[in-house]
Nanobody, 112 residues
């Protein structure tokens, strides 16, 4: 089935950068599609970015040009590089292994 552990969240000023990591175990990572989602307080969970087993990426319009998703199959890890962060990016970020394996979430707060 697989397990996912996220890391890298924290407090950052507007315009700053963070890199989230998600390490997978218990599954054949290289053949699984992976994604990052986020949920702000009082709002539904939303897609941030996805990456297929072949490396094709997809982004929400709100993060295009600022966020980059990547994966290292040798390390069973998927990353989310976040640049030019805005207060509206504040949320708990969740890693997903398609279709239904989720991490515990990591909080990202963008505030001065």
């Amino acid at each position: 089935q697989g397990q996912l552990v996220e890391s890298g969240g924290g407090l950052v000023q507007p315009g700053g950068s963070l890199r989230l990591s998600c390490k997978a175990s218990g599954s054949i990572f290289s053949i699984r599609h992976m994604g990052w989602y986020r949920q702000a307080p009082g709002k539904p969970r939303e897609l941030v970015a996805t990456i297929t087993s072949g490396g094709t990426t997809n982004y929400a319009d709100s993060v295009k040009g600022r966020f980059t998703i990547s994966r290292d199959n040798a390390k069973n890890t998927v990353y989310l590089e976040m640049n030019s962060l805005k207060p509206e990016d504040t949320a708990t970020y969740y890693c997903n292994m398609w279709p239904d394996v989720w991490g515990q979430g990591t909080l990202v707060t963008v505030s001065s």
